[in-house]
């Protein structure tokens, strides 16, 4: 089993910038694709970043592209996602992923992802 558990989520100013932490325990990740999605009050759950091992490859969604940066620490089995110019627009619960799936295929769909934490809270105000 794996768990994950996000921290550094809280009350920012639009324009300010976030770190957000996911750390990982149970089995070894070491092959896991992991990702951050986040969910909007009223909204969909959606794609934010992910981060495959092969190549140290990063994907975005266009909404946060040129603005964040998703990285990880192998070695304490943590996931990083920083993030600067907040926008309002980037207030969501963000959720920490896990998949044993390890290509790039379907990168930002939610079914493909086995594991999730609870969640962080981020709110923007302008």
């Known amino acids: 089993q794996v768990q994950l558990v996000e921290s550094g989520g809280g009350l920012l100013q639009a324009g300010g910038s976030l770190r957000l932490s996911c750390e990982a325990s149970?089995?070894?990740?070491?092959?896991?694709?992991m990702g951050w999605f986040r969910q909007a009050p009223g909204k969909e759950r959606e794609f934010v970043a992910a981060?495959?091992?092969?190549?140290?490859?990063?994907y975005y969604a266009d909404s946060v592209k040129g603005r964040s940066t998703i990285f990880r620490d192998v070695a304490n089995k943590t996931l990083y996602l920083q993030m600067h110019s907040l926008r309002t627009e980037d207030t969501a619960v963000y959720y920490c992923a896990a998949r044993r799936f390890t290509t790039a295929q379907a990168i930002g769909i939610i079914r493909t992802y086995d594991y999730w934490g609870q969640g962080t809270d981020v709110t923007v105000s302008s």
């Open positions: 981060h495959r091992l092969s190549g140290n490859s990063t």
């Open positions: 149970g089995r070894t990740l070491n092959t896991y694709t």
